[in-house]
């Protein structure tokens, strides 16, 4: 038997673009110079980083001073939540607010500075769409808030939030505004400028670039404490030799996700509402997890009762099959997703559940062979079931 290969794991990661490769090709052992050196190499691979920031700047219509390279999307947020509240404690501000489903690079950042600094942090609950209330949001700033921060494009559910509405609370609150938009990237609005944001977080991996970078917008004028100390690199920000190659990369991929954005986006848009149809259509007990509406184009979280995920993931895996049961950051937990608990579902369904991400790569065919294994498997593994009736 032939077995197909079917990739749908874009959300955790993605291949490395044959045309970003090539790119960076020189940069690691050609022209390797330190970009703080000042001899001719060094020059050399500091001008083809500063030209990469000044791309990338304006892919998100920022200037290129307030781009700041980091080794990952993690590393981002923990230097703007850190950074900005670290800063902010000499103000006698030491609350933050964030929503419960946020990356836990987010929430793991809140809890460390309210267990080592005394922090206090507002979790705002959603709806069972997974979108949070306006209303709250504003309600819950106050005169001693330090920052709030609210994912553009959930990782788990692909469910996307009022960027430019917050924003524009923010402002009139007078508190900054720090969004992870490293699922956003190739599919959704990313100018900086006209979001409204104060601070932004995206990453290679996410965007056909390596994994291991990152970067960070930070409006000019905002504060923040940089989180490594050494050297004067990254405007004193983020100590560490730079990844001339990773950050060229970087470029080329933000430089092409912006150029084909929104035909890439009409095309995933147009599968991902196919195939939902016809999971739902053949597959009784099924159920979408987030907006069907307000969700990234790539995003496909179902829960399907009766179903234990990480069997119905492994089972997926021996045909060819590569999914997530839910982000890559927290695989090796057994737990119930704590995004899905947000939105209520209840923990069997909860543990049910897989997401499908698409991407560059993905076509009608390989999702028409997961539907046939999908089926197939799903009945198999409700038939053992002690817990399915249907």
Not at 15 to 35: H, I, T
Not at 259 to 271: D, I, V
Not at 330 to 346: C, K, M, N, Y
Request: proline share 3%; glycine share 10%.
């Amino acid at each position: 038997m032939i077995i197909m290969k079917a990739y749908l794991d874009y959300a955790a990661t993605t291949p490395v673009r044959k045309e970003v490769l090539e790119e960076a090709k020189p940069y690691f052992s050609k022209k390797y110079g330190n970009p703080s050196s000042f001899h001719s190499r060094g020059l050399e691979a500091k001008k083809a980083m500063d030209g990469a920031r000044e791309m990338i700047a304006k892919v998100f219509g920022v200037g290129p001073e307030e781009i700041i390279f980091t080794g990952s999307g993690t590393e981002s947020i923990n230097l703007a939540i850190k950074g900005v509240a670290l800063a902010k404690m000499k103000e006698g501000k030491k609350h933050l607010v964030t929503q419960k489903t946020e990356h836990h690079a987010v929430l793991h950042s809140m809890e460390w500075l309210e267990k080592n600094f005394g922090f206090k942090v507002t979790y705002l609950g959603v709806n069972k769409e997974g979108l949070i209330d306006l209303g709250k949001l504003e309600r819950s700033i106050r005169k001693d808030t330090a920052l709030v921060s609210i994912m553009y494009a959930n990782n788990e559910i692909g469910v996307v939030q009022p960027i430019k509405e917050i924003a524009k609370i923010c402002r009139k609150k007078k508190v900054l505004f720090h969004t992870d938009a490293c699922q956003a990237i190739g599919y959704l609005p990313v100018n900086a400028k006209v979001l409204g944001v104060d601070l932004m977080t995206l990453n290679g991996s996410k965007a056909y670039a390596f994994k291991g970078t990152g970067l960070l917008y930070v409006k000019g004028g905002v504060e923040l404490l940089p989180l490594i100390s050494g050297g004067g690199h990254e405007w004193g920000k983020r100590a560490g030799t730079e990844n001339v190659a990773g950050i060229v990369a970087l470029a080329k991929a933000f430089e092409l996700a912006k150029k084909e954005r929104a035909r890439e986006s009409a095309r995933l848009k147009k599968l991902r509402d196919w195939f939902i149809k016809e999971i739902q259509k053949d597959i009784p007990e099924t159920h979408l997890n987030g907006s069907r509406a307000k969700r990234l184009p790539n995003n496909v979280n179902i829960s399907f009762g009766g179903v234990e995920g990480e069997s119905l993931m492994l089972y997926l895996d021996r045909s060819g099959i590569q999914v997530s049961t839910g982000s890559a950051c927290t695989s090796q937990t057994l737990d119930p997703s704590h995004v899905l608990l947000a939105i209520g579902r209840e923990h069997g369904l909860a543990h049910g559940s897989i997401r499908f991400s698409f991407g560059k790569y993905t076509t009608k065919k390989e999702l028409e062979y997961t539907l046939r294994v999908l089926k197939t498997v799903i009945g198999r593994l409700r038939k053992m079931s002690a817990i399915w009736n249907g």
